[in-house]
């Protein structure tokens, strides 16, 4: 089983930065075992929840969704068991309560079923 913890999430405004976190813990994240890749979702007041990014275990492999691409940048530092999402340029669109996730696949994926543990989410708003 593992858990997450995501943070960072806060009040900003548009074109501002900011960095979300995600502490994870739990048997695949200790040794030297061959673990989970990691993703961030979000979801916006009445919308479904979307993909935002993903990174494989190693950190060499990353994927985004298009209307994040070249502003978020999704990171991993092993040693510390955290993953970041660094947010660059946001917009109010961007406004949304943001997830991490879990998954036992190696490979990034984009799909939230191949997800099987969530972090409780951290909200980011973007006022105009």
């Known amino acids: 089983q593992v858990q997450l913890v995501d943070s960072g999430g806060e009040l900003v405004r548009t074109g501002d930065s900011l960095r979300l976190s995600c502490v994870a813990s739990?048997?695949?994240?200790?040794?030297?075992?061959?673990?989970?890749?990691m993703g961030w979702f979000r979801q916006a007041p009445g919308k479904e929840r979307e993909f935002v990014a993903a990174?494989?275990?190693?950190?060499?492999?990353?994927k985004y969704a298009d209307s994040v691409k070249g502003r978020f940048t999704i990171s991993r530092d092993h040693a510390k068991n955290t993953t970041y999402l660094q947010m660059n340029r946001l917009k109010p669109e961007d406004t949304a309560v943001y997830y991490c996730?879990?998954?036992?696949?190696?490979?990034?994926?984009?799909?939230?079923?191949?997800?099987?543990?969530w972090g409780q989410g951290t909200q980011v708003t973007v006022s105009s």
């Open positions: 996730a879990a998954s036992p696949l190696t490979i990034a994926t984009t799909l939230p079923t191949a997800f099987t543990s």
């Open positions: 990174i494989n275990w190693s950190g060499g492999s990353t």
């Open positions: 739990g048997r695949a994240f200790n040794g030297n075992a061959m673990g989970h890749s």
